[in-house]
Structures are given as C-alpha cells and as structure tokens.
C-alpha cells in the first residue's frame, strides 16, 4: 500500500522559518513533490525534486523555499523561509515517476498539513 505522510505544519508569524516533512512508503518515487491549497483556491504547484537532487520551484517562492530529499529514508522536505500570509495554505506532498508541475499528474498523495502564517 502506497502512502505519504506530511508533518511539520503550524502556526507561524510572518518572517518566520518553517519545515514541512513527508515520508512516503510502498513505493519509491523518482519525483516527489510539494503543492499547496488555499481556502477558494486551486491546488497549486510548489516545488518539486527528482531522484538526483535536481528542483524546480514556483516563481513565488523561488528563493525562499528549498526542497530537499532523502533517499534511503524516502523523504522529502520543505524548508519555508520568510514565510508571507499568503504562504497560508495546506501543503501536500505528491510523488510520481517522472517530473511535472501539473497536479492531475500525480496519483498518489498524502493529507495535508496545514500552515498558517499571521501578519
């Protein structure tokens, strides 16, 4: 049974630093990645890392947010730097094999985790 796991959310001042974790496990995946949803809003693409170590990011949190991955423990994180209020949004990890930016892409997923950042 495939399954991903998120924690790490919470509440957070603006400015603040944050990491998300997901561990997956009953299947490797060559590209993990990161979406976010905001109440109203579809569900959108954060950042995403192969198997190698090679990411991508959404213009809106390039150089703020960093993926990073390990692999003999088939996790993925994401570490949120200045974090702004319309950060605010469940963050959901996803896995697939091969790397795209396209929710409808990924099959597997896991529940979420909130965070929450106040002004």
């Known amino acids: 049974q495939v399954q991903l796991v998120e924690s790490g959310g919470g509440l957070v001042q603006a400015g603040d630093s944050l990491t998300v974790s997901c561990v997956a496990s009953?299947?490797?995946?060559?590209?993990m990645a990161w979406f976010r949803q905001a109440p109203g809003k579809e569900r959108a693409f954060v950042a995403n890392?192969?198997?190698?170590?090679?990411?991508t990011y959404a213009d809106s949190v390039k150089g703020r947010f960093t993926i990073s991955r390990d692999n003999p423990k088939n996790m993925v994180y994401l570490q949120m730097n200045s974090l702004k209020p319309e950060d605010t949004a469940v963050y959901y990890c996803?896995?697939?094999?091969?790397?795209?930016?396209?929710?409808?892409?990924?099959?597997?997923w896991g529940q979420g985790t909130q965070v929450t950042v106040s002004s």
């Open positions: 996803a896995g697939n094999q091969w790397g795209t930016r396209e929710p409808t892409e990924y099959k597997f």
């Open positions: 009953g299947r490797i995946f060559s590209n």
């Open positions: 890392i192969n198997w190698s170590g090679s990411s």
